[in-house]
Each structure stands twice: as C-alpha cells, then as structure tokens.
C-alpha cells in the first residue's frame, strides 16, 4: 500500500531541523527501498525548510502511522502537524526514475484536498513533468479525498494547471526539491 505523508513545520523549527538532520536521515535510510518520493518544500523565499514530503509503500495503515509518528523531527516537535492519506502511485514510477533534470527547473508540490466527486483520477498528457502523482484515499482506499502531485513547472501556473481547479475545496502549491542524502 502506497502512502503520501506531509510533515508541516512548525514556526521557528528551523534550528532542531538542522539538529536533527542526521536522526531524520539515518530514519529514512531504514525505508529507502520503500520509498517513492521524498523531499522539502520551502517558503517562497526558496531557503526556508516549510514542510518534508514522503511517499512510501508500506503494508499497512498502521505501519504509516508508525512511519509518520516515529519520525524524529516529529518526535522532538519540529513539525506542527501530519496529513497522512493512502495514495495510489498513477505513474508506476519513484521520483529516481523521473526523466527530466533533477536540478533544473521549478519543482512543486500541488496538493488538492478533495470536496464531493472524484477529480484528476487520470495522468494529465505531459507526464515528463510529472514527479509523482496520484489520489490521496480514505485508509480503506475507497474514497477519494484529494490528489497529490510533484512536478517540474517554469512557474507556479504552469504547476496549477496540473489539477482542475474548481474540483477542490482548496489546493495548495509548495516550492519543493528532491530529498535525500546530497
């Protein structure tokens, strides 16, 4: 089973996250052949960390909880909070299998959370800019609650077009990069 995890940081983390970034590393490495994507999002100032992305396949919704809670900046109170849906990998492929330029480019996250009927259940056409994506679900995999996406884009425009817009109840777009060890 397939699982998106946002870490949302809390104000003024930005010190324990660095004190941390070795713990939080050393966690991942655990699930690194489970891992599909991974990465920070930041605050439009392009520096400052807003938030970590996972997507990992996992057995079950409790070994998400356990991923999501164990984590150390969650546990020393780095993060203010956790959305944490199953999520079904559309593009069958990890971030690592990504065809574009790791470096080049804007990289986003574009999260839509869900309002009524099911929306953006298919691949959008140009699936080279696509990172990741796929539907956020209820734990049981029945209900659509949304969608997540990671994609390159020139701009934050060319990243919204990725979902249509009047589907969700909200959508948020996050500055984000490829994670893991550099």
Same mark, same amino acid.
Request: aromatic content about 12%.
């Given at each position: 089973?397939?699982?998106?995890? =946002? ?6 983390? +930005? ?25 920070? $999002?930041?605050? $439009?100032?392009?520096? $400052? ?24 900046? =969650? *546990? ?20 690592? /299998? ?18 009524? *009927? ?9 699936? /080279?800019?696509?990172?990741? =994506? ?8 029945? $209900? ?11 701009? +934050? ?7 249509? *817009? ?17």
């Amino acid at each position: 089973m397939e699982f998106f995890c =946002y870490h949302r940081d809390r104000p003024d983390s +930005l010190k324990l996250r660095h004190e941390l970034l070795e713990d939080h590393w050393s966690y991942m490495d655990g699930y690194a052949s489970q891992l599909i994507a991974r990465g920070p $999002t930041f605050a $439009t100032d392009g520096e $400052t960390p807003t938030g970590s992305v996972h997507i990992v396949d996992l057995p079950d919704p409790a070994a998400a909880r356990a991923f999501a809670f164990d984590e150390p900046n =969650y *546990q020393a109170g780095a993060y203010r909070d956790v959305l944490l849906r199953r999520w079904r990998n559309l593009l069958g492929r990890t971030m690592w /299998d990504f065809p574009g330029d790791r470096t080049g480019g804007n990289r986003y996250l574009v999260l839509g959370l869900g309002s009524g *009927q099911a929306a953006d259940l298919e691949v959008p056409p140009d699936q /080279d800019e696509l990172i990741a =994506y796929g539907p956020l679900l209820s734990d049981d995999g029945a $209900t659509w609650l949304g969608t997540a996406a990671l994609v390159r884009a020139p701009d +934050l425009d060319a990243a919204r077009a990725v979902l249509t *817009q009047d589907q969700y109840a909200d959508i948020e777009f996050h500055d984000w990069e490829f994670g893991g060890r550099r």
